[in-house]
């Protein structure tokens, strides 16, 4: 199992002096039987007049900061310890009834299931409809994980990842459209293919590390996004659209939500004088236990 230092540091400026309001960060990674957190830091300048700590609707550790003096920067770092158990797509096991689709969840599950297998968006030419049953055999029936493991292949093989830092995803229909986007485009579009043909799934938020040292992950940026796909006989199931990853290698979850607003690692209030913000810088790196960090600026793992 390995054992990862992970470090995420968020950093805004400000022309001159601003009140800062409250802040959300979401930075501590979920522990879970495949990743068990040895220890977490979060430091931040300058010191909130108030920090804590609570569970969010969907069991995510959310830190809330309130402060009380003007400051010309917020610095939020993370640093975690932690033991990661990657688990390979092929030991993905689906219960006998569900192992062609269609098929429909156990009466047990499916309350709990509901607002996950809700479309988030409008598709009044049932564009994403469509393209998801291309997917399906012409028989209409079709291997349930192969279904699944073609269309991340799909979006991984066909669809060019693009970097984009400001705010917010393409919805679904551009994705579908332009073939390109982010972690996070990627990752909406396949929720809501899978949604449309009744699948519960989620949004996922976290991090990205190479196991395999060089083997051409991508996503650029300050995290990272993919899927989790509800099969009976295993739970939730990491899809990782981007780089066509089945199962968790590699994949490091922080939050998990219906949607990707309900997952923003830092958000917050300020207020000043208009122009105030000079902007926002990011620093990511993750390395196994003992390795040597890495040069000032540079990460060892791309993010989006």
Request: charged share 20%.
């Amino acid at each position: 199992m390995p054992h990862l230092i992970i470090r995420h540091l968020t950093e805004y400026s400000y022309r001159q002096p601003v009140a800062l309001g409250e802040h959300r960060i979401m930075m501590r990674p979920r522990e879970s039987f495949d990743q068990r957190l040895v220890s977490a830091k979060l430091e931040i300048t300058p010191q909130p007049a108030e920090l804590r700590w609570l569970h969010d609707v969907f069991g995510n550790s959310v830190a809330i900061a309130s402060f009380g003096a003007l400051a010309r920067n917020l610095r939020v770092e993370s640093t975690v310890h932690l033991d990661h158990e990657p688990i390979a797509g092929a030991s993905v096991d689906i219960e006998p009834y569900a192992r062609r689709f269609p098929f429909t969840y156990s009466s047990e599950d499916m309350p709990d299931l509901l607002r996950s297998i809700e479309r988030a968006y409008l598709d009044p030419g049932r564009i994403i409809d469509d393209w998801a049953r291309t997917f399906v055999g012409l028989d209409r029936s079709a291997d349930t994980l192969g279904m699944l493991v073609n269309m991340t292949q799909t979006i991984r093989r066909d669809f060019t990842y693009i970097p984009r830092h400001e705010k917010g995803t393409q919805s679904p229909i551009e994705t579908l459209q332009r073939r390109q986007g982010t972690c996070r485009d990627f990752a909406v579009l396949m929720i809501e293919a899978v949604r449309s043909v009744g699948f519960a799934a989620r949004f996922v938020s976290g991090y990205v590390y190479d196991p395999d040292c060089g083997t051409g992950r991508v996503g650029g940026g300050n995290t990272h996004a993919w899927v989790r796909i509800f099969l009976p006989g295993s739970g939730w199931v990491e899809f990782d659209p981007t780089n066509g990853i089945v199962g968790n290698s590699g994949l490091i979850r922080v939050a998990i939500a219906r949607d990707p607003y309900q997952a923003v690692p830092l958000s917050g209030l300020w207020t000043g004088y208009p122009g105030s913000n000079l902007g926002m810088s990011v620093e990511v790196d993750i390395r196994l236990s003992g390795a040597a960090p890495p040069p000032h600026g540079a990460t060892n793992t791309r993010f989006g």
